[in-house]
């Protein structure tokens, strides 16, 4: 088995998570074509971003989806990666797959629309890629359902879950009004959402049936229903008794006749018969 077939398999039994880190994967590679080498670094066209600019995402409303696929660099696109499995693992280790893909994609679009209102009032115009705020719903959202789970750190020991998170959101805080002040909103409105699903759906709503539905809807939408071929149906007729039944009793009792005269002649002589027998032979022999 080459590589191919060895990532087609993985991708085919991995799971939403890894499909996930896959699909992050492939557009990060897609993007490349937006590279600008003179600059170094990436221009992409507003319709994969997501802008704060209203002229520009009310036109185009999918990039507050899209953006959470696309990454300024590789290492913005390897840390993600390397959050989004270690979150992904803790997830689903206490929910569905279709709530982890429900949540991400709503964290995402949640995330973005705090972004782009935020930087309107601001009277900002900036765009934003980066699948970090999506990320940081699904860790805190863990984290909220298990704040107390031991994880395992290399160089460090056990520590609890609501530790890690806790530094992540710290340092999100303490850049908020440093560099890249966008992303850092966006992270924090999505972890914001990651703690706001939880605590519903420990109240009996699950908005990641929103997802879910849309997802069925259009999977059913393009889904080939199984055609159900033409049977033709061949009735018997039968057609109308003769009298054929009939005539082959007639035949058989003629014959059964015929037969005792020549057993009574076998045995006692053609002189035995009566004259009603040998006339009844004599006819029957025509």
Same mark, same amino acid.
């Given at each position: 088995m080459n590589i191919l077939d060895d990532l087609?398999?993985?991708?085919?039994?991995?799971?939403?998570?890894?499909?996930?880190?896959?699909?992050?994967?492939?557009?990060?590679?897609i993007s490349l074509v937006f590279y600008q080498f003179s600059i170094g670094q990436f221009d992409f066209p507003n319709w994969l971003e997501l802008s704060s600019d209203p002229n520009v995402f009310l036109f185009k409303p999918w990039t507050f989806l899209t953006y959470a696929f696309f990454h300024s660099s590789f290492l913005h696109l390897l840390f993600n990666m390397m959050v989004l499995n270690f979150?992904?693992? /803790?997830?689903?280790?206490?929910?569905?797959?279709?709530?982890? /893909?429900?949540?991400?994609? /709503?964290?995402?679009?949640?995330?973005?629309?705090?972004?782009?209102?935020?930087?309107?009032?601001?009277?900002?115009?900036?765009?934003?890629?980066?699948?970090?705020?999506?990320i940081m719903a699904i860790l805190v959202a863990a984290t909220t359902y298990q704040p107390l789970m031991n994880v395992r750190l290399l160089l460090i020991g056990n520590v609890k879950l609501w530790h890690i998170t806790g530094v992540i959101l710290i340092l999100d805080l303490m850049q908020?009004?440093?560099?890249?002040?966008?992303?850092?909103?966006?992270?924090?409105?999505?972890?914001?959402?990651?703690?706001?699903?939880?605590?519903?759906?420990?109240?009996?709503?699950? /908005?990641?049936?929103?997802?879910?539905?849309?997802?069925?809807?259009?999977?059913?939408?393009?889904?080939?229903?199984?055609?159900?071929?033409?049977?033709?149906?061949?009735?018997?007729?039968?057609?109308?008794?003769?009298?054929?039944?009939?005539?082959?009793?007639?035949?058989?009792?003629?014959?059964?006749?015929?037969?005792e005269i020549l057993d009574k002649i076998s045995q006692s002589g053609y002189d035995c018969l009566t004259k009603e027998e040998k006339e009844f032979l004599f006819k029957a022999g025509k």
């Open positions: 087609k398999l993985q991708y085919k039994i991995g799971g939403i998570s890894l499909r996930l880190i896959y699909w992050n994967i492939a557009c990060f590679l979150a992904s693992q /803790l997830f689903l280790t206490f929910f569905t797959q279709k709530q982890y /893909l429900g949540l991400y994609i /709503l964290g995402a679009v949640f995330a973005g629309i705090t972004f782009a209102l935020t930087y309107y009032f601001l009277n900002i115009s900036a765009p934003i890629v980066g699948a970090s705020a999506a908020l009004r440093l560099d890249n002040t966008g992303g850092h909103i966006s992270h924090l409105a999505g972890a914001f959402f990651g703690f706001i699903y939880i605590k519903l759906l420990q109240n009996g709503t699950d /908005l990641s049936i929103i997802v879910s539905r849309i997802i069925d809807f259009f999977v059913n939408l393009f889904r080939k229903s199984p055609s159900t071929p033409f049977k033709k149906v061949h009735k018997n007729y039968q057609k109308p008794t003769e009298k054929v039944t009939s005539r082959i009793v007639t035949k058989d009792k003629t014959q059964q006749q015929i037969d």
